[in-house]
């Protein structure tokens, strides 16, 4: 009777243990830097620009870049994330680890925490450019998975375009040609798009990075192996012997009360 008892007062303990609920970090989220497509701003030079700063810039919907992106180091600045925007709805996320990471370091697949694609994190192929700084040229907040001689095969998962600089010399893909700038480009659903396939990609109408002091937490340590299901096979192997031998209210008494006296 007393080892049935213990038994059981472990499992309670071990159900408790695997039942907690997930730790919720709302990250202290604040936005930093919104642009809208067609808005004509740059979304580089802006983005890198004093002259666009505000102090208290986030009082409505509208572009806006805070002066905290020149504070960078000062405000000790842990997560960044990246939003798209479409009629309102997230249409893609990217959160990263910016510790030790400046304004434009921070976006780089090392950093990359989080985000609704699931072939960019864990994948081997990871793209051949993740980078604010994209072509140097027009093609900026680039991730791209492959960009080659002809465009017709070019595929990825982010890119802003901006209006070309005036009598830069450039290859224009047919993907770039567009009316109104800056135009937000995104792999719909939750991978990369042939950006030459205008149904598989969508544009955003707006973008907006956000900043937290909350750190990433450490990793977990590794977790013990479960061990509830062995333990409740010895428990029901035990009830069983026991009801050979036993008188059925005695075995409602050992549901009842060792969990009471927790
Ligand atoms: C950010 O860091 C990168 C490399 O670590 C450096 O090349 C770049 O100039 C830095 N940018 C700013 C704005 O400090």
Same mark, same amino acid.
């Given at each position: 009777m007393w080892k049935l008892f213990i038994v059981c007062i472990v499992i309670h303990l071990c159900s408790a243990q695997f039942n907690f609920p997930a730790d919720v970090d709302n990250g202290d989220w604040e936005p930093v830097y919104r642009i809208y497509e067609?808005?004509?701003?740059?979304?580089h030079d802006d983005y890198l620009?004093?002259?666009?700063? *505000?102090?208290?810039?986030?009082?409505?919907?509208?572009q806006f870049r805070s002066w905290k992106i020149d504070q960078w180091h000062y405000q000790n600045i842990r997560k960044v994330r990246v939003q798209l925007f479409d009629a309102g709805y997230e249409v893609v996320n990217f959160e990263f680890d910016s510790k030790m990471e400046n304004m434009t370091s921070f976006f780089q697949v090392t950093n990359l925490k989080e985000t609704n694609y699931v072939d960019i994190l864990g994948s081997t192929a990871q793209g051949d450019d993740f980078s604010i700084d994209g072509d140097g040229d027009s093609r900026h907040w680039t991730v791209s998975s492959r960009h080659v001689?002809? $465009?017709?095969n070019d595929e990825g998962w982010l890119q802003v375009i901006d209006k070309p600089k005036p009598g830069r010399d450039r290859c224009v $893909?047919?993907?770039?040609? *567009?009316?109104?700038?800056?135009t937000i480009m995104y792999a719909k659903g939750n991978r990369k798009a042939k950006?030459?396939?205008?149904?598989s990609y969508g544009h955003a109408d707006m973008m907006q990075v956000s900043i937290s002091h909350v750190p990433y937490k450490a990793p977990p340590s590794p977790t013990p192996p479960n061990r509830g299901p062995q333990l409740q096979t010895q428990l029901q192997t035990q009830l069983q012997q026991q009801a050979q031998f036993q008188p059925v209210h005695n075995i409602q008494n050992i549901y009842g009360n060792p969990f009471d006296f927790l």
């Open positions: 067609g808005g004509e701003w740059n979304s620009s004093k002259e666009k700063s *505000v102090r208290h810039g986030n009082k409505d919907d509208s001689g002809n $465009c017709r $893909c047919g993907y770039e040609n *567009v009316d109104k700038y800056p950006w030459s396939n205008r149904r």
